[in-house]
């Protein structure tokens, strides 16, 4: 991914994704004042609501780009142990996001639920999968996803991956994801390397 100045949040409507992401309530109960994504987003890291920002961010990146970004997220926290099932999750996802067709999101899906969707690397694949123009099996009729599904699988992906092993590093895991969807929304390709065991 070439990276750009311009941020891929620019022209995104705050009001729309706080709806969308369920934090509407939250950001005004919190008092931030902000008018784009990009300053809620600063406000609150600055208040130390890294959680918060992760979620909102997970739904106000484009999908490709929002898919992405928890793959990297879960390749960041993976064991060296990763089971196959996740390992094949993660790489359907990050397929999907080289070239979103409708089968590589079936079978991300489907792969998603053979590794028990309980990984970051699970929910990266659902997100894909959530990201598509159909829930339905193929040959039947189309039935879009609901607006706010693919944000809500990424947003479940970089939490899981903020905690896995060990959930003190969730704060510190954080500021990274951040850090790496920050890349991602101004065009770069938001890579992490593995976290050390």
């Not at 994704?17 to 809620?40: F, K, P």
């Not at 028990?116 to 040959?139: H, L, R, Y």
């Not at 699988?153 to 939490?159: G, L, Q």
Request: with cysteine; hydrophobic share 50%; glycine share 8%.
């Amino acid at each position: 991914m070439q990276r750009s100045a311009h941020s891929k949040l620019a022209g995104t409507d705050l009001a729309d994704i706080l709806a969308l992401s369920g934090m509407t309530d939250d950001i005004a109960a919190s008092a931030i004042r902000a008018d784009t994504v990009e300053q809620a987003l600063s406000a609150l890291v600055a208040s130390g609501r890294a959680a918060e920002a992760a979620r909102l961010l997970a739904y106000a990146l484009p999908r490709r780009e929002a898919v992405w970004w928890a793959c990297m997220c879960a390749r960041h926290t993976a064991p060296a142990t990763l089971p196959e099932p996740a390992r094949n999750a993660l790489e359907l996802a990050e397929n999907w996001v080289r070239q979103p067709d409708e089968a590589t999101g079936r079978q991300a899906m489907e792969t998603a639920r053979r590794a028990g969707m309980q990984s970051p690397e699970s929910w990266a694949a659902v997100a894909a999968f959530w990201s598509g123009a159909s829930m339905t099996a193929a040959g039947v009729p189309p039935v879009p996803p609901a607006p706010h599904l693919a944000g809500t699988a990424v947003a479940s992906a970089v939490a899981l991956a903020a905690i896995r092993g060990d959930a003190s590093r969730r704060d510190a895991r954080l500021g990274v994801f951040l850090r790496s969807g920050q890349d991602i929304a101004t065009g770069g390709a938001g890579r992490l390397p593995q976290e050390p065991a």
